[in-house]
């Protein structure tokens, strides 16, 4: 079965600071990944997803994520986060035999201190 | 357009007991989802609809049913609820399968369980 590993539970950065969240993916077909984010007491929203071409996605918010097949990650990045970007982030991952089902990743909370 | 819609948004229940957790969308969406979120476990599939009248397990459907008589809605019954269904339960719904242009899921605000 496939698995999403993210890396870091807990992550604490100053306002200005660079982001960037690992996931990593077990499934070795073809893949769809996406990021989604929870801002407190709200409900899951997609950053951005990767089916296929440019490996460089860019998404809201100022959010890219680069995908690697070779290392079967699909890490996020921020130039520099805002107090706003506190939130839990979630990879998923799709494997194209598994159908129409995610798996999810265990989530990483990010905290940014103004 | 209201999206995909919860309710309860909070219910406490006891041991044995039964319940419905309702899921509507407004999107005529023909996938739709139900997932159990834990601390530190990201989000589990239990249960996903392709359309009106056909179901498919997820990864944890133990304990949990389903059913979907229209596009609209998206019921999950719990029987016998346990302590170990504490979570928050959320449902989404997506326009296309997943790998698809349009294959991305709009997610409800949740419904937060504890069974006591």
């Known amino acids: 079965a496939q698995s999403v590993s993210q890396h870091n539970h807990h992550v604490i950065l100053s306002e200005a600071a660079s982001l960037e969240l690992g996931c990593n993916y077990s499934?070795?077909?073809?893949?769809?990944l996406f990021w989604y984010v929870q801002y407190p007491g709200q409900h899951l929203q997609l950053l951005l997803k990767?089916?296929?071409?440019?490996?460089l996605v860019k998404g809201i918010k100022g959010f890219e994520a680069e995908f690697i097949k070779s290392k079967f990650s699909f890490n996020l990045r921020k130039p520099s986060v805002q107090w706003s970007d506190t939130a839990e982030y979630f990879c998923?991952?799709?494997?194209?035999?598994?159908?129409?089902?995610?798996?999810f990743g265990g989530g990483t909370r990010v905290l940014v201190k103004p | 357009n209201a999206g995909v819609t919860q309710t309860p948004k909070f219910r406490i229940l006891k041991i044995g007991q039964s319940m419905t957790l309702q899921c509507t969308q407004d999107?005529?969406?023909?996938?739709m989802y139900w997932y159990r979120q834990d601390p530190g476990m990201g989000l589990k599939l239990i249960y996903y609809?392709?359309?009106?009248?056909?179901?498919d397990k997820g990864e944890v459907p133990n304990g949990y049913n389903v059913s979907r008589s229209t596009t609209e809605d998206f019921p999950l019954r719990l029987e016998l609820a346990a302590p170990s269904q504490t979570s928050v339960y959320f449902c989404?719904?997506?326009?296309?399968?997943?790998?698809?242009?349009?294959?991305?899921?709009?997610f409800g605000p949740g419904t937060r369980l504890t069974v006591t």
């Open positions: 989404a719904s997506s326009p296309t399968g997943l790998a698809g242009v349009g294959g991305e899921q709009y």
């Open positions: 499934y070795g077909g073809t893949v769809n």
């Open positions: 990767y089916f296929s071409g440019d490996p």
């Open positions: 998923a991952v799709n494997a194209a035999a598994a159908g129409n089902k995610l798996t």
């Open positions: 999107m005529n969406h023909n996938y």
């Open positions: 609809s392709v359309g009106a009248g056909i179901t």
